[in-house]
Structure formats: C-alpha cells, structure tokens
C-alpha cells in the first residue's frame, strides 16, 4: 500500500544549527512534492514545491532536495531560529492519488 | 486578499445533530479540498473540487458526510448526523498555480458529544 513516513514525530535541535527533517515514501510515483509548515490551532501553510525531475531547489534558507531512486525528501532549514520551531508536513502530488500528507514532524529549535 | 475563509471556527454539536461547515475559497482558484486532521490518522483529504465540480470524493468517510460547491466561491461541508467519531479539524484548502501551492483556511474545530 502506499505510505508517506517522515523521520520522526519530534526533532529537537540548537539555534543557529542546521535542521535537517526526512520525508520517505514507498508505492508512489510522485511528479512533484511539497513541503508545508503547521503551527498549533493554524492551517498548513506552504513552502516550496519540488518536481520529480528537480533534484534541488531552495529558498531563502530553506533547502529541499528529492531522490526518486531512494523514495526520499529532505528538507534542511540553515541557520535555524526558535521562530523555525514548528510542525513540518511533506505532502506528495500523484495524478493517482492527488495530494497526500505525511504524519509531520515537530521541530524545536531551542536558544 | 483575505485568504481561505472558513466558518465557524469552533463547533459543538451534540451526536445525531447536523453540522454544515463552510467555506470561501481565494477568487481566481480552481481547486477546493476539504481535509480532516486527527492526532491519530494526521490530514487526510475527504474531498476535492475542480472548476466547482467534485473530481474525487473516495476520502469521504460514509455516506453521513457530503459536500457542495456551488459556485466558485462558496462551498460547504455536511455531516448528518453527527457522530463522536467525527470530531476533529476540518481545513478548507484551495489552489491555482501548482507552484503556489494550497491554501489552506484557519480549520474548524468540531467536537461532537
């Protein structure tokens, strides 16, 4: 069945160091991948877009790379601030099964 | 523009009562999706909208659950009748451009007792 797996459900980490957060899938073939930032009691809100055939893109300092060999997304935030201390979602686009999310993943940046 | 509006934020309704929630998407989007986050299953998609007709409803739980979209800047979600089970974040999201991304709306939080 097709599954959406991001790395952990909480990753805790020191200012000014580098995030670094995992989005794994298996029995999908995405033509592209988002990423979207959640903070409590908010919607989602969207961050970048990769396509299937891009291996990296990046804004400010916000990075996002994609693997289709390892079924693999990784999406690095550079010298991480406490307001980077938020839920990440990935979320992946099929034509099959349009957009699905990931469980997310809790990031903390502590000072 | 005033993003993704939805109504009511808050909703508590008592098992076996009707809840209609609502929502305008952004003017000049062509996609609707409405979602449900639970701690338990995360987003899940329920039901999406293309030019205001329903393209896949396959997320909708069962057939207490149906949604409209009448025209392109107004659509609603129904549950009847409530179930505890249902309870959980409704978020209204659209979309134009792929590269922008969904919009998403603030939720409605629905508690069902």
């Known amino acids: 069945s097709q599954k959406i797996e991001q790395n952990s459900e909480a990753l805790n980490i020191q200012e000014g160091k580098t995030a670094t957060l995992t989005c794994n899938y298996t029995?999908?073939?995405?033509?592209?991948l988002q990423w979207y930032r959640q903070d409590p009691g908010r919607g989602p809100v969207f961050l970048l877009l990769?396509?299937?055939?891009?291996k990296e893109k990046r804004k400010e300092r916000l990075k996002v790379t994609f693997d289709t060999t390892l079924k693999q997304s990784l999406f690095h935030i550079t010298a991480s601030q406490p307001a980077d201390s938020a839920t990440y979602l990935c979320?992946?686009?099929?034509?099959?099964?349009?957009?699905?999310f990931g469980s997310g993943t809790r990031l903390s940046i502590r000072p | 523009d005033a993003g993704v509006i939805q109504s009511p934020r808050h909703e508590v309704t008592e098992m076996g009562q009707e809840v209609t929630l609502r929502c305008k998407p952004i003017?000049?989007?062509?996609?609707l999706f409405w979602y449900r986050q639970t701690m338990m299953r995360g987003l899940e998609l329920l039901i999406y909208?293309?030019?205001?007709?329903?393209?896949?409803d396959s997320g909708m739980p069962e057939d207490r659950f149906s949604a409209k979209m009448p025209n392109a800047s107004f659509s609603t979600l129904k549950i009847q009748p409530s179930e505890p089970r249902d309870s959980a974040v409704y978020f209204c999201?659209?979309?134009?451009?792929?590269?922008?991304?969904?919009?998403f709306g603030s939720g409605t939080r629905l508690t069902v007792v």
């Open positions: 999201a659209s979309g134009g451009l792929q590269e922008d991304g969904y919009t």
């Open positions: 029995n999908y073939s995405p033509a592209y």
């Open positions: 990769i396509r299937e055939n891009e």
């Open positions: 979320a992946l686009y099929s034509s099959a099964s349009k957009i699905i």
């Open positions: 003017s000049g989007h062509d996609y």
């Open positions: 909208f293309n030019n205001n007709v329903p393209i896949d």
